[in-house]
């Protein structure tokens, strides 16, 4: 299993699209008129990611349910709206108790395992969360690690938040060896560790068994703290979990390893 390591972007990363006020260079900084804005050095040049938008009954490139819904559902939307709105002068809860305990009891049907609302965020989307998870462990000085072919918006987020970014490699057939899997966490040292399971764009699905194997050697991991060492963070990203073929257990559910999961 070899591992890469770059500051930018993968090569396999789907082109991003340019329009008005984008980088047509490398390196070039962009303007407003005939000042330079003060870029950071490390986003001058680059274009901003962003998935095809096709004409297509089914788009599977972003995760979109090709079933629009229900006429039940629309109106209980509109009247929540509605109610809501009466309060718009105010800002709402920010630590939404409400949405996590609900996001709790769904997943505790969903997964089978049961989290404390304490256990539970949510933010606009997966990619902010995501992005929270690097802007929170990752930084400066520290590494990301996954495993090609995967996501490619991994890259992505840890080039945006001035992370390392190593890849380790899958086997012929996609799969993740155990112990070639830990021995690159054990080796490269990451603040954190990205799994998707079903992979993107392999399909593949993780066995728990591996899961265990990355958890156990991301303990082992030694990141610098203010206050000494603390082991690696890592993250089963299940996305795509709704596309997991039948019978094909959650790695989130058949472990009892502490990990983020979104």
């Not at 070899?2 to 962009?30: I, L, N």
């Not at 991994?154 to 001035?162: G, I, K």
């Not at 899997?181 to 799994?195: D, G, H, I, N, Y």
């Not at 610098?224 to 039948?246: I, K, L, M, Q």
Request: proline share 11%.
């Amino acid at each position: 299993m070899g591992v890469t390591s770059t500051s930018t972007p993968a090569s396999s990363t789907p082109a991003r699209p340019t329009g008005p006020g984008a980088p047509s260079a490398a390196g070039s900084q962009p303007s407003l008129g005939a000042n330079v804005l003060p870029v950071r050095p490390e986003h001058a040049g680059l274009e901003p990611y962003g998935a095809p938008q096709l004409d297509v009954p089914v788009l599977l490139n972003v995760n979109e349910n090709p079933y629009p819904p229900s006429a039940e559902v629309v109106a209980t939307i509109a009247a929540d709206v509605a109610t809501a709105a009466s309060g718009l002068n105010r800002y709402p809860d920010r630590d939404f108790p409400a949405l996590r305990s609900d996001l709790a009891d769904f997943l505790a049907k969903e997964s089978g395992v049961r989290l404390a609302v304490e256990q539970i965020w949510a933010a606009n989307g997966s990619n902010e969360v995501m992005l929270h998870v690097l802007q929170a462990f990752g930084g400066p000085g520290r590494t990301a690690l996954s495993f090609a072919p995967t996501y490619s918006m991994y890259p992505e987020y840890a080039r945006d938040t001035a992370t390392r970014w190593v890849q380790g490699r899958r086997e012929d057939d996609f799969t993740l060896d155990p112990a070639a899997a830990a021995a690159t966490v054990r080796a490269e040292q990451p603040s954190v560790v990205l799994l998707a399971s079903p992979n993107n764009p392999t399909g593949t699905a993780l066995r728990p068994e591996t899961v265990a194997a990355v958890c156990e050697a991301a303990l082992d991991v030694e990141v610098p703290t203010t206050s000494g060492h603390a082991p690696a963070v890592v993250v089963v990203d299940e996305a795509y979990g709704e596309f997991r073929r039948a019978g094909t257990p959650r790695p989130s559910s058949s472990s009892t390893d502490t990990r983020t999961s979104r």
